[in-house]
Every structure is written in structure tokens, then in C-alpha cells.
């Protein structure tokens, strides 16, 4: 793509390795069918620009995790956030995403139309500065995502207590993966056959969270990197574990995890945040242990402390399957409103708002092959 | 002129002549800053514009007096069109809200064929604003109209009080000629038709970007900025059968090739491997998930040729200044209608859809 190469990328992309790791994949899954679930949406989203599916032989089924951060927040949720960003003098810090969220009533950008001053923020520091430039207005940073960003909110959070900043505020929503995993391997009519595991949470918490998924389980897992060779690879390691009869937890990105994660981001996480009894998951329900919120002693900081929110459990709309589509029962393009009524300009569902999201991914990058197939009644080549 | 001064008559009739004649010299603007008398249409505004920004630009004083200029028209057609800028920050490397207002105005222009002949200039000022900031945009407005050899024909100016605009705005509308036999359309791309850019994408809406200080990444990345009427038309004279050009603005190549693929009703096939982007930009674009192909571009042109012309298409790219990177990036397909397949360099394809949302807002 360019004259120069891109160290750290472009050698994870060259189409001979891709070639010759897809050739060991067709020959280790032939004459049957794998179904191997891609945890994180990094993944789903590489899978999809890249387009893997393409290069990989029908009897890989890929399904689609719930690692989505903005995928799984419940609707209830925005609505919370939402009733804060409407109070007087709020300013509402966001990541960009989250903007088009639909709550059960419009979405913050349809709020920041009507008057709320809503800003999207790269970081939670992007939000402390807005914090510290405007002493004399309440601040809230709304923090979504796995153990991968919740370490940067428990950083910021203690440079606002050093700082004694008294305006700024965090509307905590962080989750952790591994209890939504088990949900998922507990729920009933699981087919999956191994996993493709997150790469970035794993680089905080370490190999040693995801061993009971072949302890318990039996399934394999490779902790996977988000280039395509990386995925190509890790799927290739299950097969090669499934052919030896084992089942272990391996690591595809070595050359990022350690086996004990990071310490210190963990004991950032472990001053900070402590973990809810239960939390609602899009699609899962309440999942018990599955969230973060700030401890007690940081009160002064949290916004579900400072701010009165309506805090309600908010029915998905009927026609939205973001559930199914996250548990891995349904592929994006079985639900009855995807491509339809659910698209990524007017999204219903979660699922099709994030562009790690497994419906946005596929309307974005993946219908062509769905068309070849549909085409040509066979698995799409190179157009 | 009282009593006790004891002037005489004579004198005062005097004083009133002089009057006279420093109302009939050059005003001058001394403020240091806009204020909203200079939107109200009396002498601050004709300080404003007679003093400042008719001069900058070089326009004869008669043209700031009447309410429209006569532009004379042999034979051929008019193109007519109109932008507006609010691009936030004003100066950014490679550019600014003035010289972009330039180019801008003068490519949506070429894209029709036409030979650009004259523009307006609209400002918006907001109270306040530092007249040297002013200064600074309207030389680079008279320097990117003289480089592009287009001039500023008519203009206006209003004053809007503090906060209800943000520093400086500007529209600019442009008038062109274009050739009696030339009909470029998106519509008229057909099966077979070479796709080539002139060159590496991405760099204005990431230069922009990152001239805001929110974000914390340092690179050297510049706007690629430039009027592209000149290009156009070396592109037009070696393959006269072209059936469109497009500059890829907001919404990056991807979006272009998408309009072009839905009013055509065919499907257009890019290679990645031969869409140029610089290191720097490939990194920041992966640093914050995006996708080049969705980068606004201000110096680029996409053209849709003609299998047979395509070579020469390319060499008349190639050979001028702002097409030494050009190249044949794909080719229209019959199927699948209406859409952009992109064949990635690890060898898979994917579709390659219209920008939603909007990741960069205000860049231009």
C-alpha cells in the first residue's frame, strides 16, 4: 500500500504467509465443519477489512463474540447517560462511537442537537483536560470497555484525585470478558468448538483468566494479535490442538502478552474499581460479577453518585436480535431487521453502530462474499 | 469653529474642503481587532473591505462599488458552482481556511471540464476576531488565486456577534467555461473503464486532525491542498473520452468510487497494494481506526477512462506536478452493481462502503 513498509503491520499482511497458513487451515478441517468464535471485535473487524472469510475454506465457521465494548452496553445505560448529559451546565465526554448509540429515546447525538453539550474525547485525559479548562462545569467522562481501557480510566481517575479536581466526573460502565465467555459456554445449545481469544485484554490480565475454558470446557484457545496473519495463525493453533486431542490456552501474540498480563495496570484497576454484583449485558442479561464500578472512596468522582439517573432496565426493541447476533446463535444477516430497518446510518440494534461490531462489520465489508456465495452457489474467490 | 477661536469663515470652508478630500482618499482600516461596525455596511465596512481586503487581493476599487460583475462569455457553456468553509483549525500545515477556499471552489469546477474563470468571496467574521488573523487568510487567498491564475471577482462581508460564528467562515462560488462537445458524468462509466488517482490519499483530513491539539500524535503530514484545473485539463487533452472526474473530499476515495459505481449502475474493483499512502498517514490512520480510503483528500482527482485511453491518461498524470504518483488503481466491473469491491493485500475482498458517521468533523 505504500513505498515504505509499516514495521509491525505490513509483515503481518503479505499474501504468501497468508496463503500458506490458509492451505494448513483447508487441509486440518477437512470434511467437517469448525465453529471457532473470535472473542473481540478488534478481531471481528479485522476479519471482516481484510477479508479473511474469503480466504478461508468453508468448513471454518467464524462466529462472532460478544468483545465488543459499545455492542454489549444495555440500553438502560444510555438512557443514563443521556439524563446526565441533559443536566444544566453537563458537559458529556464520550468516545465517538457511543454517539449514535440508540437509547430507548434518540441517541447523545440526537441530545447534543437539542442542546446538550455532548464532546467525543480520544481519551479519558482528553476529558480531564476539558475538566480542568472549565472549573466552573461539571465534567463526565463516560468509560465503556473491557479490562483494555478500563486501566486508563483508573489512571485518570487518580490524576483527577491528585489534582483535587471537584468537576470531574466518571459514569462507569466497564465489564470484564471472562464471565461473558462463560455465559456463553454455559448457555444452552453452545457449538462452539474453540477460541480465538482477546489480544489487548489479555496484554492487561494475562493468559491465566482463560485457562478454565479448556480445563472445565475442553476447548482450546489462542490469545490472538489483530493482523490477519495473527488470526489465520491462531485459528490454525486450534486446529492444531484439536488434532493432537489437547486442549490448552496458547499464545498467537507473544510478541505483545505476557503470561501474567500487566501488573501494574491491574493494580491501577485493583485501587480503583471494585466489581458489581451483577450487571445487564446486551443480548446476555445479568451476568453476576461481569462489571466494574469505582469504590467507595472515589464517590466523590462518580457520577452515579453525584447524578440522579433514572437507572431502569430498557426492553430491546422487539424486532432487534443484537442478543442472538452476540451469543454467536444468529449471523448478522439472519436477523430479521439487518440491512433493512437496521443499517449503519439508522442502527436499531448495537451491534450495528460500532464498527467492531459484528453487524456493522459485515454490512460494511463482509456482503460481497455473501453475495458470490449467493451468486455462484459456492464459497467466494477473489472477485 | 467657535466665536472665541476667532476663525474666520473663510477658514472653516477650508477645514470642510480638506474633509473632502481625506473622505475621498483610501480608507484605511487601524483596528486590531473585528468589531460589528465593520459588518454594518457604513464606513467601518468600507474600511474593511476598501482598506484590507480589496487590496490584498488585488481587486480594482470599481469592482468593490457594484453589485455584480459583468464576466464576458464567447461560446461554450457555464459551470456554476458554490462551497462553504469552516474548517477548524484556520491554518494547518499545507494550508489554510484561505487557500482551501481557493482550491476548493476551483476543483469542483475542473471536475465538470470547465475552465475556471472567475470567483466570489463570502466572509462571515465573528466579533473579535484579530484583524492580523484576517491579513494572514487573505494573502494566502491572493496568492493561491494568482498561483491558480483565477481571480476573486466579487465579494461580501458580514460581522456576526461573538460566539455566534467561530472566528472566520467563507463561501466561495466559482463560474467556469465549459467546451460544447465535453459531458463528463458518473453515469457514463462503463464496463472496463480503468480507475486511476493521481496520487497518495488521506493527507488533508489528517494533517487537519492532527493541527488540532486534542490529539497528541506528532508526524509531519501535510495537506496535500491544490487547484486541480490544471491536471484536469492535461488529463481531458490525452483522453479526450474520458467519462469523469472526481475530486475525494469528505468521504475519501472510497466515497467517490461509491457515487460513481451507483450512478453508473456497475461495480468498481481497486487493488489495495496500489493506493499510495504515505507511512505517516498509514500509521496515524492505525493509531485511531480509520481507514485512508476514508480520509478527505483536497489535491487529488480520480478519473474513469476508456481501456484505450487509460495509458495515456496516465502518462499526462504522471507528467505533471501534481500526478507524479498516479496510477491505474482498478477497473468498472458489470457486477455486483452499485457497489466497491476492494481486493486486500492479504488476497481476501471486501466490500468497500460510503463513510458513515462523520470521524473528522470540520475539515474544510
Known amino acids: 500500500m505504500s513505498d515504505r513498509q509499516l514495521r509491525f503491520v505490513d509483515e503481518y499482511r503479505r499474501p504468501e504467509l497468508v496463503a500458506s497458513v490458509t492451505r494448513e487451515i483447508e487441509r486440518l478441517s477437512a470434511g467437517r465443519t469448525v465453529r471457532i468464535m473470535e472473542v473481540c471485535g478488534g478481531h471481528t473487524h479485522s476479519i471482516y477489512r481484510h477479508g479473511l472469510e474469503d480466504l478461508l475454506p468453508a468448513s471454518i465457521d467464524l462466529v462472532h463474540g460478544p468483545g465488543c465494548p459499545v455492542c454489549v452496553i444495555p440500553m438502560g445505560r444510555i438512557d443514563d447517560a443521556i439524563a446526565i448529559a441533559r443536566q444544566p451546565d453537563v458537559i458529556f465526554t464520550t468516545f465517538g462511537d457511543m454517539m449514535r448509540v440508540p437509547s430507548s429515546g434518540g441517541s447523545l447525538l440526537d441530545a447534543k442537537a437539542e442542546g446538550a453539550d455532548v464532546r467525543f474525547v480520544y481519551s479519558p485525559l482528553d476529558a480531564l483536560k476539558v475538566a480542568r479548562d472549565t472549573p466552573d462545569r461539571p465534567v463526565v467522562f463516560f468509560a465503556i470497555g473491557f479490562e483494555t481501557t478500563a486501566p486508563s480510566t483508573a489512571a485518570t481517575l487518580l490524576r483527577a484525585r491528585e489534582e483535587r479536581l471537584e468537576n470531574f466526573f466518571i459514569f462507569c460502565n466497564h465489564v470484564t470478558i471472562v464471565p461473558a465467555v462463560k455465559a456463553i459456554l454455559d448457555s444452552p445449545g453452545m457449538q462452539i468448538d474453540g477460541f480465538v481469544g482477546p489480544g489487548h485484554v489479555c496484554t ?34 486450534i486446529l492444531q490442538q484439536q488434532a493432537r486431542g489437547a486442549a490448552t490456552v496458547e499464545n498467537q501474540y507473544a510478541r505483545v502478552v505476557r503470561r501474567d ?5 491491574l493494580e491501577l484497576i485493583a485501587e480503583t474499581m471494585e466489581l458489581r454484583p451483577y450487571f445487564e449485558w446486551r443480548g446476555l442479561g445479568f451476568i453476576s460479577h461481569s462489571a466494574l464500578k469505582l469504590k467507595p472512596e472515589f464517590a466523590a468522582w462518580d457520577a452515579e453518585a453525584r447524578f440522579e439517573v433514572p437507572g431502569v432496565r430498557v426492553a430491546d426493541p422487539k424486532a432487534c436480535q443484537c442478543g442472538e ?36 462489520a459485515y454490512f460494511t465489508y463482509g456482503r460481497h462474499s455473501l453475495i458470490n456465495r449467493a451468486a455462484e452457489g459456492r464459497k467466494a474467490g477473489v472477485p | ?66 453589485d455584480s460583475v459583468i464576466l464576458p462569455v464567447t461560446t461554450g457553456r457555464i459551470a456554476f458552482t458554490t462551497d462553504t468553509y469552516v474548517v477548524s483549525p484556520l491554518f494547518f500545515p499545507g494550508g489554510d481556511i484561505g487557500s482551501l477556499a481557493v482550491h476548493g471552489t476551483i476543483n469542483d469546477l475542473a471536475m465538470t471540464g470547465a475552465r475556471p474563470l472567475a470567483l466570489s468571496l463570502g466572509f462571515i467574521l465573528e466579533e473579535g476576531l484579530e484583524v492580523e488573523v484576517l491579513r494572514r487568510v487573505l494573502a494566502s ?66 494533517a487537519v486532525m492532527l493541527a488540532r491539539e486534542a490529539l497528541e500524535i506528532e508526524a509531519d503530514i501535510r495537506s496535500d491542498s491544490a487547484a486541480l484545473h490544471g491536471l484536469a485539463a492535461a488529463v481531458l487533452e490525452a483522453a479526450p473520452g474520458t467519462r469523469c472526474l472526481k475530486d475525494p473530499t469528505r468521504g ?96 481476501g475482498s471486501r466490500v468497500l462502503d460510503m463513510l458513515v458517521g462523520d470521524p473528522l468533523p470540520r475539515i474544510c
Open chain 2, 141 to 206: 487567498i491572493a496568492a493561491a488565486s494568482a498561483a491558480a491564475g483565477v481571480r476573486i471577482q466579487t465579494g461580501d462581508t458580514k460581522v456576526v456577534p461573538r460566539g455566534k460564528a467561530d472566528a472566520l467562515f467563507i463561501n466561495t462560488s466559482g463560474v467556469g467555461l465549459v467546451a460544447e462537445h465535453l459531458t463528463l458524468s458518473p453515469a457514463g462509466a462503463v464496463p472496463g473503464d480503468r480507475v486511476l488517482l493521481s496520487g497518495s490519499v488521506g493527507e488533508h483530513g489528517i
Open chain 2, 252 to 347: 475519501g476515495v472510497a466515497t467517490s468510487l461509491n457515487e460513481i459505481a451507483r450512478a453508473a449502475g456497475t461495480g468498481i474493483a481497486i487493488e489495495e497494494e496500489r493506493i499510495r499512502v504515505l507511512p505517516e498517514v498509514r500509521g496515524a490512520c492505525e493509531i485511531l481506526g480509520l481507514d485512508p480510503l476514508h480520509i478527505a483528500n483536497e489535491g487529488k482527482l480520480l478519473a474513469i477512462v476508456p481501456p484505450e485511453q487509460a495509458a495515456a491518461a496516465l502518462a499526462a498524470m504522471r507528467a505533471h506536478p501534481l500526478g507524479r504518483d498516479a496510477a491505474i488503481i482498478g477497473e468498472v466491473l458489470d457486477q455486483p452493481g452499485d457497489m466497491v469491491v476492494l481486493r486486500t493485500e492479504a488476497g
Open chain 1, 261 to 265: 498480563g500487566n501488573r501494574r495496570a
Open chain 1, 325 to 360: 447476533v452476540l451469543k454467536g446463535v444468529l449471523k448478522p444477516w439472519e436477523c430479521r431487521v439487518f440491512g433493512t430497518a437496521c443499517t449503519p446510518e439508522t442502527p436499531i440494534g448495537t451491534c450495528m453502530v460500532s464498527p467492531e461490531g459484528a453487524c456493522a
Open chain 2, 1 to 66: 469653529m467657535s466665536r472665541e477661536t476667532g476663525h474666520s469663515l473663510a477658514a472653516q470652508v477650508d477645514r470642510l474642503g480638506r474633509a473632502q478630500v481625506a473622505r475621498r482618499e483610501r480608507p484605511v482600516l487601524r483596528e486590531a481587532r473585528i468589531t460589528l461596525s465593520h459588518g454594518s455596511g457604513g464606513k467601518a465596512s468600507r474600511n474593511l473591505i476598501d482598506g484590507l481586503i480589496a487590496p490584498a487581493l488585488g481587486m480594482e476599487d470599481a469592482l468593490t462599488q457594484v
Open chain 1, 204 to 237: 492487561i490480565i494475562g493468559l491465566r483468566p482463560f485457562e478454565f475454558v479448556p480445563a472445565r470446557y475442553n476447548r482450546p484457545v489462542a490469545i490472538s494479535g489483530f493482523e490477519p496473519t495473527d488470526i489465520l495463525q491462531s485459528i490454525l493453533m
